[in-house]
């Protein structure tokens, strides 16, 4: 590679290491993993992955997830 097309890659990941880095103001992101399932992005270390049927389902029972949250508020720790 010539001096320039190495600087116009230097400048491509450059540009795709801020957007990244940017990311949206909730910090999270959805992708489509290789195996098709939904990938979450931004929650902790690792993406949370599930397949189209598995978030449905969770969906589903969100307000049953509030309540429990709700209930055992005192034993829940959170992360700052």
Known sequence: MSNDDLMKELERLK???AA????????????V???GGI???G???FPVTLYKEQWEKLLA??????AFIKANESQ???KQ
Do not use: P, Q
């Open 43 to 45: 929650l902790g270390r």
């Open 61 to 66: 029972m969100s307000e049953d997830i509030k």
């Open 15 to 17: 540009a795709e290491n």
């Open 39 to 41: 990938s979450v992005y």
């Open 76 to 78: 829940l720790k959170t």
């Open 33 to 35: 993993s290789e195996k």
């Open 20 to 31: 990244l880095k940017g990311g949206n103001s909730r910090g999270l992101s959805l992708r």
